[in-house]
């Protein structure tokens, strides 16, 4: 799959903050 422009952005920013929420603790 190919993915740019700001839904790649939007879910990547989600994927990152999640994963940011996990490693924090």
Do not use: E, Q
């Not at 990547?12 to 903050?17: M, P, Q, S, V």
């Amino acid at each position: 799959a190919c993915m740019h422009g700001s839904t790649w952005k939007g879910d990547g920013a989600k994927l990152l903050r999640a994963l940011a929420d996990v490693l924090s603790p």
